[in-house]
């Protein structure tokens, strides 16, 4: 074995060039499966332990139990630890949030609230609050003060008349605050609870963790499905089971995301095999004649194969580490930069902002490791396989061939005995095809290699163009700015919010629309109604959708004309009041719905519920911007079923050529009149944009750094083969120069291989590329995958391509052909003697 290990070092020192541009594919192979796994396993795992951070580590709540079965769940058998939770009210202030509230000692801890002076209340009249509260009153008090405040206390499922109480704080609670939407909480003792709500009237919110989680329960999935039994136990409707979704999946196995793992490993195990493979394949092919000759000395077959399989091995160990050091080099700051530039792009709510940052001080503080023994040790495992099965046929090839044949061999294998075809005149094109066909297979593996990594660069590239920030945003965001009414319904703990409340006495009355028409630089205000309600027979218990209307007004026609795929129906039918024109989306939530079929509506109102029947008349697609409601209706249909005032929405459209000084006071000012009212909220079309451009930023750059590795790796292939099709036919091309080939013609004719290369490449590449990334393109569509609606062919991603592909194969075979020519034609001749 000695000899056999010393002949493959030999072969591996006198192939240095071929086995170094093995390597370099081996590096980058290696490289790409290490920074695929890395980056998205920490990634996951710095995000989870943000979560953990920030999120309580409970695994599920139970709402609006009584105070009966809360004791009863306090000492179930499959709970580990319950806290107990119960609201009381809210404070009265206008520009804020506040909700009086009742915790025990395990509640506090699983919702993570920590003092940051004094300590909790413990009886009578004493609070704990945080600090910034009692600015926002206008009060300055310490530990130990008292501090008279207003709230109102819930009744029958609404809000009590005002009353004010004194109270002793006790201590100043810790965390951050929601500076935008101005939330705040105010904690009481239990003596203030029991005397201010009755024991028959109290309900808690219950907060546990389950016993044997992690053994009997190991899955998000098993977790979930355990705490909705308990809940029905205890009668506890499906709405009211809260799952801590965030949590569990940080700290529980979740099988979606572990087959999802599962399938981004089996398609870079596959890239891997394809590259790999073909580079020893076609470097294995000029070695076979030397391989005949230790066969005629005597090698066995298994002597050959193991020549074969240890000089591959042994450029896999020299190569894989570099990948390895490459990779654990680029994670860490590849990862950072991917948080570090999500943070700067506009944040949704103050959640994600803190979640970022929790994120980012993480990674700088290295709390969270970015590497992982596991990945290693399945990126060395998964090189070695490939490498190995990129041997399989070399080896079986090597050793199967005889010595005659062996010395014979140019590339090809004869596996059966065919009538050679000449021609009666010699061509460099007929020379270039002659050497092509000699190994059809070398020729169409690397073409194959090279187009799969253009079809998947088109196939990026089509999504990358198509999804334009600007474009999408204008899906789901209509004109610059808008106000919209903020409610929600189902929130027992917060009626006001409900949409038949908010309507009675809407913040978006008639005066603050003409003061929004009023200020500068304001060209157009469009107003959205809307009214909810149940879907009688279809959806009763409102489990699946609602029966959400959304009411536009005349300039809208075309739109809602122009968006029905199915069935018809014109804007003065709709007015009428007899027929409706549903979403596309509710063909999937409800297949048995069809055109004609009657939809009947329990629609709430001030004036009580309200039974409508509509004829569905037409189906719509159409974007978010227009209306994220089930169904369409003209205003004034839905002005005639209430009364009260229905304004949702305020689209406002600023002055064409506007300055951004000018855009930016209007925005002010606009901003400044929402304020008015916490019920009211704003947003912008620069910050979808913003949004969107820092997540397909982060998209593009991932996604072209990938296919920039995996295309080195095609790169090696070609140069490879190109290399191994040159010297193979030293002395074949060194006769035919003695007959009369000149350097000129010999350097056309290797440009004319190239050019089949890259002819082939772009073909593949360009054609299947297209058709790819256009399929991926509806699909897209179809899915509402990033509001990507609009086909754009990724044309300069196409041009780049192709240019990329020509400039390439240009440079390698003026260096190949350079490097042939200080070969003598003398001893090119004698190669292989």
């Known amino acids: 074995m000695k000899t056999v290990t010393k002949t493959a070092l030999a072969n591996a020192r006198q192939n240095r060039t071929r086995n170094m541009i093995s390597g370099a594919a081996i590096i980058l192979t290696t490289l790409l499966i290490f920074m695929v796994l890395t980056v998205g396993y920490a990634s996951v795992k710095v995000r989870f332990a943000a979560v953990n951070a920030y999120y309580p580590p409970y695994h599920a709540m139970f709402r609006q139990v009584s105070e009966e079965d809360a004791g009863k769940l306090k000492s179930h058998n499959d709970m580990e630890e319950v806290g107990l939770r119960s609201d009381l009210g809210e404070g009265v202030d206008d520009d804020s949030t506040i909700l009086f509230l009742w915790m025990d000692a395990q509640a506090l801890e699983l919702n993570k609230v920590e003092l940051a002076e004094g300590a909790f209340p413990k009886a009578g009249n004493e609070i704990a609050l945080p600090e910034g509260l009692l600015a926002e009153y206008g009060i300055t008090a310490g530990i130990g003060d008292t501090v008279t405040l207003p709230f109102q206390l819930y009744e029958d499922g609404g809000l009590g008349y005002q009353k004010e109480d004194t109270f002793r704080i006790s201590g100043f609670l810790k965390g951050e605050i929601d500076e935008e939407n101005k939330a705040y909480s105010v904690l009481v003792s239990r003596d203030y609870l029991e005397q201010s709500v009755p024991a028959k009237e109290r309900e808690y919110r219950v907060m546990f963790r389950l016993q044997d989680v992690g053994e009997n329960v190991a899955t998000t999935d098993a977790i979930e499905e355990r705490a909705r039994e308990i809940g029905a136990d205890f009668g506890v409707s499906e709405d009211n089971v809260v799952i801590n979704t965030d949590y569990l999946m940080a700290n529980y196995t979740d099988p979606a995301a572990l087959f999802a793992v599962v399938c981004i490993i089996l398609v870079v195990m596959a890239a891997g095999v394809l590259t790999i493979y073909s580079i020893h394949y076609v470097s294995m092919i000029p070695k076979v004649q030397e391989y005949g000759k230790l066969k005629a000395m005597g090698a066995t077959r298994r002597q050959i194969r193991q020549i074969v399989f240890r000089e591959g091995l ?148 089509t999504v990358l163009s198509c999804a334009d920030p600007e474009e999408i945003a204008k899906q789901e965001f209509e004109g610059d700015y808008e106000i919209a009414v903020d409610s929600w319904e189902g929130d027992k703990m917060n009626p006001d919010r409900a949409w038949v409340n908010l309507m009675q006495n809407n913040p978006l009355n008639g005066d603050l629309l003409a003061q929004i028409r009023a200020v500068d630089g304001v060209e157009e205000v469009k107003v959205k109604t809307y009214l909810t309600g149940t879907l009688a027979d279809l959806d009763p218990e409102r489990e699946i959708a609602s029966a959400s209307i959304q009411g536009l007004d005349e300039s809208y026609r075309e739109i809602v004309e122009n968006c029905q795929i199915e069935g018809a129906v014109t804007w003065e039918e709709l007015e009428e009041g007899e027929k409706i024109l549903v979403s596309e989306d509710m063909l999937r939530w409800f297949p048995e719905l069809k055109l004609g079929d009657a939809v009947r509506m329990e629609l709430e109102t001030p004036e009580g519920t309200v039974e409508r029947t509509f004829e569905i008349a037409a189906v719509g697609e159409y974007p978010s911007a227009v209306s994220g409601s089930n169904f369409l209706l003209p205003d004034s249909v839905l002005a005639k079923i209430t009364g009260a005032d229905l304004s949702d929405i305020c689209v406002i459209r600023l002055e064409e050529g506007i300055g951004q000084t000018g855009r930016q006071e209007a925005y002010t000012n606009l901003e400044n009149l929402a304020k008015t009212s916490v019920y009211l909220t704003t947003d912008s079309f620069e910050k979808h944009v913003e949004t969107w451009e820092t997540a397909v930023t982060v998209m593009t750059v991932l996604g072209y750094a990938f296919l920039l590795i995996l295309g080195a790796v095609g790169v090696m292939n070609l140069i490879n083969t190109m290399v191994n099709s040159i010297y193979t036919r030293r002395r074949e091309l060194g006769i035919i120069q003695a007959i009369g080939m000149s350097e000129k013609q010999l350097v056309r004719m290797l440009q004319l291989e190239g050019l089949f290369y890259t002819a082939g490449t772009l073909l593949v590449a360009l054609g299947i590329g297209s058709l790819a990334g256009y399929g991926i393109f509806l699909y897209a569509k179809a899915e509402n995958m990033m509001n990507i609606t609009v086909y754009h062919y990724p044309g300069i991603q196409a041009a780049v391509l192709a240019v990329a592909v020509a400039a390439l194969q240009m440079i390698l075979t003026c260096a190949v052909s350079r490097n042939f020519r200080r070969m003598s034609l003398t001893d090119r001749i004698r190669y292989g003697e």
């Open 314 to 461: 042994l450029v896999t160990a020299l190569s894989l580490p570099l990948g390895l050091l490459l990779g654990s080099i680029l994670a860490g700051p590849v990862i950072r930069w991917i948080y570090r530039i999500s943070g700067e792009g506009v944040q949704t709510n103050a959640a994600a902002m803190e979640m970022n940052r929790i994120c980012m001080e993480l990674l700088e503080q290295r709390q969270v490791p970015v590497l992982y023994g596991w990945v290693y040790i399945l990126t060395i495992l998964t090189v070695l396989v490939t490498v190995y099965l990129s041997l399989v046929k070399p080896m079986r090839m090597a050793a199967k061939i005889s010595p005659v044949e062996a010395m014979r061999y140019q590339g090809e294998i004869r596996e059966k005995k065919k009538e050679r075809k000449g021609f009666a005149e010699m061509s460099l094109v007929k020379l270039t095809r002659s050497n092509l066909s000699r190994n059809k297979k070398r020729s169409i593996l690397t073409i194959v290699t090279l187009g799969a990594v253009g079809i998947l660069f088109m196939a990026v590239a």
